[in-house]
């Protein structure tokens, strides 16, 4: 069991960043693959990023290739996601995700269907 909480969350103009952390529970946070996944209102989730649990292969999203970066720090049990250069079109809600094995390749790794624990949310707005 892993219980996820995100925070970072918040109002910033085009063009800003902003950092958003994931704090999991538990004893086990490096055996599991942390993902990032956003929704906007009347849209599908999103994927976002992911970091694997083995060798931290790092997987993004084609509209976040290049502005956003993520990372994990497993003494901490955190994951982040520094968000660069931000638009509009990144208003969403944003979600952590965890699973010990939720695929091989982006197909899986990208769905946000493989993914057993998530947290509440983090809400990111993006004003122009």
């Known amino acids: 069991q892993v219980q996820l909480v995100e925070s970072g969350g918040g109002l910033v103009q085009a063009g800003d960043s902003l950092r958003l952390s994931c704090a999991a529970s538990?004893?086990?946070?490096?055996?599991?693959?942390m993902g990032w996944f956003r929704q906007a209102p009347g849209k599908e989730r999103e994927f976002v990023a992911a970091?694997?649990?083995?060798?931290?292969?790092?997987y993004y999203g084609d509209s976040v290739k290049g502005r956003f970066t993520i990372s994990r720090d497993n003494a901490k049990n955190t994951v982040y996601l520094q968000m660069n250069s931000l638009k509009p079109e990144d208003t969403a809600v944003y979600y952590c995700?965890?699973?010990?094995?939720?695929?091989?390749?982006?197909?899986?790794?990208?769905?946000?269907?493989?993914?057993?624990?998530w947290g509440q949310g983090t809400q990111v707005t993006v004003s122009s």
């Open positions: 995700a965890a699973d010990r094995w939720p695929g091989s390749t982006i197909v899986g790794i990208g769905n946000f269907r493989a993914y057993q624990y």
């Open positions: 538990g004893r086990t946070f490096s055996t599991y693959t």
């Open positions: 970091i694997t649990r083995n060798d931290g292969t790092k």
